[in-house]
């Protein structure tokens, strides 16, 4: 008879998970129910502000795999709108409530994969039913901002709640939109994924792109009018706001984990093995942003909802479930953003990360460009190197610049992840012509500072 | 009393030694000089092309460190125009002839620094007084080219001969120039520096930009008219030209040596040991060109001549002159160019590479996109992959794309320099966000794709 696998949230790592296990076990040997609670499958979170600033013209075109495609290629029985409210380890079932009809349902298991993604960080006063305020944490989301956008007339004054990679991406989305965007952030610079002085170039960036950037602000709550939102209001006054939007991070989705009895780690996020086994728990697995994961640098648990995680993790435990053999390897925290034209990648620890790891280093900022310097479109490039005192291995590193400038920081992902040295990577052979990099490439620049840093 | 530096050959290799070696050996300590038998210093001889082609507009820009710079910064005595015609290994001592003057004279030295580049390789039909013809090897080299290109009327119908990095630039440059632009190669593709299946990329791209390409052809000679050249002879046929360059690739530079009887390698490059120094000769230094140096893949010495390792040469060589201690740890083989918009990438082993070195191995070739595939401006981008059976070990990588493809290459190359397998390079954390990559990265999608070509 078949085993039976449950799969509690289509995206990313439920649904690769799913899709992988299938390539080696067939429709007679394995049958895979997927409850997802929203409206998508396997989209693309991460291209929301694309779509939202009209960039990406097509909601559909986030979606890599809808429904039918998993239904019909590999016989994934997937129930959309379906929310699983409950798991019962010892009989081995889930409780599902179809929100469309209201009908509860209960589904037994031999498999379980727990992929619920994350849920946004919310404070009380975003806590409302003041209509004009949204998350833009799944495509559901997503979807009820872009309505309230295309009104007629349109909202014009938009205020962003919190300085990351959504906040940030979403304060351009906006502009680009023609809105006019405030975007506060309760810390002294928004874009904290990097190092102060790094930092500090993205928040001119935007300034440059006309985002009104309050730092330093906390919000207190919102004003409405006819049950609308109309202003933030703030420690330093009120600002006027017809759609507000919260960037304000996410925590794991693991209520009805805890409430399962499943293990949570320090972060917040599922325990897992390097098979992304639920640490203990006989034929449950996790991956995603539910789930913690080691950083290879700190040797720390962390939570890193990405969906490049989410993807490998599922594809891991699919292969297991399968019948395989695969690890998660951990992560080294690469991510790269673009803000407005200006490019941002960081990997591995930043300075603080570092202090709080207990490491030693030194850390050195080199300015070059990202073509030799004589080929027209040459613009800089500031590379950031911090590396152990006095091993100099390197253990973070963030880049900034115009153009062709993120990507650059797989070169240095690679680096760390195999725990190089600055000295050795002064002799990376990296490719080199005038329409790529100066004759010193900026990353064999910084490491050469790095090794300069280190003998002082 | 100061010690005496000659170096021979004022370009990349030679001035980073010098410059290198002043930085910790002061003037009283270190009497450095130069001779160049060209006009000029440090220059970038692989722009060259895009100088030729308008998009650099002056040729000044291409020159890093003119000798005043040399003399007044590093205290340097560069002597331009200088050609050294003999070494004597036993009196300690060099011959230079001025090539202004004519004068001969002969200046002692404690280290030697030989730095001579490389020389194009000529076939016999191409040593002609015909005008008209040109090699690309040095500024001198472009200046002449330049010249001729710029008079009036101009030259209408270019025939480059040779498929190599500089043929395939020079033969953009021209077509950028307005000239209607023939290239020809021997063998059966040009763009031999990545396989057949990744340089039929190229070869398109070149078409497409309306260039003429003549392959599996073979020059036989050169016709004049008034002592201009006229047409190229080829066992195909004549094709009329007003301007020929030829790109036939370069040797290594080493006739002064070789009379001076230092050792010369099985690549024709001098042989040197892991700190730069000329094999068994005490006081000799050498880097650059002119060299030959241990590829780290194939573990066999191999000619690169390339800026890049000439400028870590050089750096290694002074660090030494200077009393520190450094070495090279030679070359894997990277390299990048641009040919129209198409973007090319490569290192490691070509497979004719890898069958050479006795590996068995498998190749795939991967089709992704330089950016999500629903964010504006993806473009495809062609991954080949070359990994030792059974280990998958990676040996090889080449990238073919359309925007920001080629310098992904460099992940590979860090990879590969770190003996990374591709079932490790599958873990990578790579930086993800839709403006640059697909949710699995190009680089991530071949990995995989070796992986299973393996377990076949």
Same mark, same amino acid.
């Given at each position: 008879?078949?085993?039976?696998?449950?799969?509690?949230?289509?995206?990313?790592?439920?649904?690769?998970?799913?899709?992988?296990?299938?390539?080696?076990?067939?429709?007679?040997?394995?049958?895979?129910?997927?409850?997802?609670?929203?409206?998508?499958?396997?989209?693309?979170?991460?291209?929301?502000?694309?779509?939202?600033?009209?960039?990406?013209?097509?909601?559909?075109?986030?979606?890599?795999?809808?429904?039918?495609?998993?239904?019909?290629?590999?016989?994934?029985?997937?129930?959309?709108?379906?929310?699983?409210?409950?798991?019962?380890?010892?009989?081995?079932?889930?409780?599902?409530?179809?929100?469309?009809?209201?009908?509860?349902?209960?589904?037994?298991?031999?498999?379980?994969?727990?992929?619920?993604?994350?849920?946004?960080?919310?404070?009380?006063?975003?806590?409302?039913?003041?209509?004009?305020?949204?998350?833009?944490?799944?495509?559901?989301?997503?979807?009820?901002?872009?309505?309230?956008?295309?009104?007629?007339?349109?909202?014009?004054?938009?205020?962003?709640?919190?300085?990351?990679?959504?906040?940030?991406?979403?304060?351009?989305?906006?502009?680009?939109?023609?809105?006019?965007?405030?975007?506060?952030?309760?810390?002294?610079?928004?874009?904290?994924?990097?190092?102060?002085?790094?930092?500090?170039?993205?928040?001119?960036?935007?300034?440059?792109?006309?985002?009104?950037?309050?730092?330093?602000?906390?919000?207190?709550?919102?004003?409405?009018?006819?049950?609308?939102?109309?202003?933030?209001?703030?420690?330093?006054?009120?600002?006027?706001?017809?759609?507000?939007?919260?960037?304000?991070?996410?925590?794991?989705?693991?209520? /009805?984990?805890?409430?399962? @009895?499943? &293990?949570?780690?320090?972060?917040? =996020?599922?325990?897992?093995?390097? !098979?992304? #086994? %639920? *640490?203990?728990?006989?034929?449950?697995?996790?991956?995603?942003?539910?789930?913690?994961? /080691?950083?290879?640098?700190? @040797?720390? &648990?962390?939570?890193?909802?990405? =969906?490049?995680?989410?993807?490998? !993790?599922? #594809? %891991? *435990?699919?292969?297991?479930?399968?019948?395989?053999?695969?690890?998660?390897?951990?992560?080294?925290?690469?991510?790269?953003?673009?803000?407005?034209?200006?490019?941002? =990648?960081?990997?591995?620890?930043?300075?603080?990360?570092?202090?709080?790891?207990?490491?030693?280093?030194?850390?050195?900022?080199?300015?070059?460009?990202?073509?030799?310097?004589?080929?027209?479109?040459?613009?800089?490039?500031?590379?950031?190197?911090?590396?152990?005192?006095?091993?100099?291995?390197?253990?973070?590193?963030?880049?900034?610049?115009?153009?062709?400038?993120?990507?650059?920081?797989?070169?240095?992902?690679?680096?760390?992840?195999?725990?190089?040295?600055?000295?050795?990577?002064?002799?990376?052979?990296?490719?080199?012509?005038?329409?790529?990099?100066?004759?010193?490439?900026?990353?064999?620049?910084?490491?050469?500072?790095?090794?300069?840093?280190?003998?002082?």
């Amino acid at each position: 008879m078949a085993e039976r696998m449950i799969v509690i949230g289509g995206d990313a790592a439920g649904m690769a998970a799913a899709a992988q296990a299938r390539r080696s076990r067939g429709r007679d040997d394995l049958e895979i129910v997927a409850f997802e609670r929203g409206h998508f499958t396997s989209y693309s979170a991460c291209g929301i502000p694309y779509w939202i600033s009209g960039l990406v013209p097509d909601r559909d075109q986030l979606i890599a795999r809808d429904p039918t495609t998993h239904r019909e290629k590999f016989g994934i029985d997937v129930r959309l709108r379906h929310e699983v409210v409950a798991i019962d380890l010892d009989r081995r079932e889930v409780t599902a409530v179809d929100l469309t009809g209201g009908r509860e349902i209960r589904e037994p298991f031999d498999i379980l994969m727990y992929a619920t993604g994350a849920v946004p960080t919310t404070p009380d006063w975003a806590r409302t039913d003041v209509a004009g305020v949204f998350g833009v944490q799944t495509l559901d989301d997503g979807s009820a901002l872009r309505s309230w956008l295309d009104a007629d007339p349109p909202p014009k004054r938009a205020v962003v709640v919190g300085g990351g990679y959504i906040g940030v991406e979403m304060a351009e989305a906006l502009v680009l939109r023609g809105l006019s965007v405030t975007l506060v952030e309760r810390a002294e610079q928004p874009m904290s994924t990097v190092d102060p002085d790094m930092a500090r170039l993205v928040t001119d960036a935007m300034r440059g792109l006309g985002v009104d950037i309050r730092t330093g602000v906390q919000v207190t709550g919102l004003s409405e009018h006819d049950g609308r939102v109309d202003a933030v209001r703030t420690d330093a006054g009120s600002i006027p706001a017809d759609v507000v939007v919260l960037g304000l991070g996410v925590r794991p989705n693991t209520a /009805l984990a805890e409430a399962a @009895g499943l &293990p949570i780690g320090p972060t917040g =996020g599922l325990r897992v093995d390097r !098979q992304m #086994r %639920v *640490a203990g728990v006989p034929g449950v697995w996790a991956g995603g942003d539910c789930v913690e994961t /080691l950083h290879r640098v700190s @040797g720390m &648990p962390v939570h890193v909802p990405l =969906g490049t995680h989410a993807n490998k !993790q599922g #594809r %891991v *435990a699919g292969i297991n479930i399968g019948g395989g053999y695969a690890t998660f390897a951990g992560v080294i925290g690469t991510a790269v953003t673009k803000v407005c034209d200006l490019e941002v =990648g960081r990997t591995g620890l930043r300075e603080r990360d570092a202090l709080a790891a207990g490491f030693e280093f030194v850390s050195v900022i080199a300015e070059s460009t990202n073509r030799a310097g004589y080929y027209p479109g040459a613009r800089p490039m500031t590379v950031k190197l911090i590396a152990e005192r006095p091993s100099g291995r390197l253990l973070g590193a963030q880049i900034v610049g115009w153009s062709e400038a993120a990507k650059r920081i797989d070169t240095l992902a690679v680096a760390l992840w195999n725990r190089m040295t600055v000295d050795d990577m002064t002799a990376l052979d990296l490719g080199y012509a005038p329409p790529y990099s100066p004759a010193w490439d900026p990353v064999l620049v910084a490491a050469r500072k790095a090794v300069d840093a280190l003998a002082r």
